[in-house]
């Protein structure tokens, strides 16, 4: 296993059109979270699944967006009618939750350009 | 509300110095504390956390509740430690989304 990994790297794309991410945590993990960074800033949470549960969503995850995580194994994060605000760096990470804090592994995430 | 605040955006120091980053939080309750290190052209990754203890690559950090801060110290710095280092806590128990400072980038000179 190789850790977290995310596909694609890099996603140059058009005003309006729709991107897909897909996320594949280290495989004994049973949480998932997505998180977004932009320049100048930390990472800030998205949403998080714990097996094929979506258990939280940020404010900030509008309605255009979405995440899936069926089977508990990969999960996808799509962005519908996208917008230049969405220009970021989408980072996936997992972890696995029993009791106390458990380290998150990060992807190397996917950077999307919206123009 | 949860917040983390890293006050130096950037940060310069001779190769052999003592470094200190600085991170404050705001959080009702009793948070976890960590720090996360992004070399260049790498990922995010731990660097350490309160709750071990444990001096990573000669890093320190302790956790100081009456001041709400957990700065992160190194007594003599080495030019590989040059990186962006975040803050982060996450709440005990519930999701334990991290929430991040904006990073403080320390550069170490020759």
């Known amino acids: 296993d190789t850790g977290v990994s995310q596909d694609p790297r890099h996603k140059i794309t058009k005003r309006g059109q729709n991107v897909t991410f897909r996320c594949d945590p280290i495989s004994e993990h049973n949480r998932l979270y997505w998180y977004r960074q932009t320049l100048g800033q930390g990472p800030e949470f998205l949403t998080y699944f714990q097996n094929e549960a979506q258990l939280e969503k940020s404010r900030l995850l509008s309605d255009r967006f979405s995440a899936e995580r069926p089977k508990g194994s990969f999960s996808t994060l799509e962005i519908q009618r996208t917008e230049q605000g969405d220009s970021a760096m989408y980072l996936c990470a997992s972890s696995f939750a029993g009791t106390g804090a458990y380290e998150q592994y990060f992807g190397p995430g996917t950077r999307l350009t919206v123009t | 509300a949860q917040r983390v605040t890293q006050p130096e955006k950037l940060l310069s120091v001779f190769k052999g110095a003592p470094v200190e980053l600085k991170c404050n939080y705001s959080y009702s309750g009793s948070p976890e504390l960590f720090w996360y290190v992004q070399y260049s052209r790498q990922r995010l990754q731990l660097l350490l956390r309160?709750?071990s203890r444990e001096s990573i690559k000669g890093f320190t950090a302790d956790l100081n509740k009456g001041e709400t801060s957990f700065h992160l110290k190194k007594p003599f710095a080495q030019e590989e430690d040059s990186a962006m280092y975040y803050c982060a806590l996450s709440g005990q128990g519930g999701s334990e989304k991290l929430v991040f400072g904006k990073g403080t980038k320390l550069t170490v000179n020759p």
């Open positions: 309160h709750i």
